[in-house]
């Protein structure tokens, strides 16, 4: 079991643009020749940030088109925030405020042996990160520049560093890495 944060990023470090635009990734690939649907095979639980589901809340119409359904998770979902969100009808969603440790024992727990996916954002990637949590960080690389943005992982990680385990081209588009973190923070 581990505590995973799988993601995309342009090549200048972005997740999405400065207003949460994910426009620029979609034209790179289809997700089915990325590692995407192998990974999510081993997801038993997810943990998003409030701007990553209320991008799901807007583009509910383009999610449905592309899943079926307008939440496209089976998994239980933790979604950290601080406001009010609207529930989408048929999301198994828990919204959380605060330490993310405490929902981590609830995630893993839920997750009942298989991984725990940190959807996004980069800030709560980061927060499992400094509590220790964060065991794996694999982000697929975009052929794109975005110059600024949302960035992928707003933290300073230097010593000891994250230990590169692979490297993959996937299409012409992408190149994903992937990373052990090596150490539990102080």
């Known amino acids: 079991m581990k505590t995973q944060y799988y993601t995309s990023s342009s090549l200048d470090g972005f997740l999405a643009t400065e207003d949460d635009s994910l426009d620029w990734l979609f034209p790179l690939g289809d997700i089915n020749e990325t590692s995407y649907p192998a990974f999510f095979e081993h997801v038993g639980a997810i943990a998003m940030g409030s ?38 009808a048929g999301a198994n969603v828990s919204f959380v ?20 996916w940190i959807m996004g954002g ?11 949590l964060l065991d794996e960080i694999i982000v697929t690389i975009g052929s794109v520049t975005l110059g600024k943005g949302k960035p992928l992982f707003p933290r300073r990680v230097l010593s000891p560093a994250l230990t590169l385990m692979s490297v993959s081209q996937m ?16």
């Open 51 to 88: 701007s990553t589901y209320e991008w799901i809340v807007r583009n509910a119409q383009a999610v449905s088109e592309q899943t079926g359904s307008a939440w496209p998770y089976l998994q239980p979902t933790w979604v950290f925030t601080s406001r009010q969100l609207p529930v989408i």
């Open 97 to 116: 405020n605060g330490d993310v440790a405490s929902a981590h024992a609830q995630m893993r727990a839920a997750a009942a042996g298989r991984n725990v």
């Open 122 to 132: 980069g800030d709560l990637a980061g927060q499992f990160h400094d509590a220790g």
């Open 171 to 186: 299409g012409p588009g992408f190149a994903e890495l992937t990373y052990r973190v090596t150490s539990t923070p102080a």
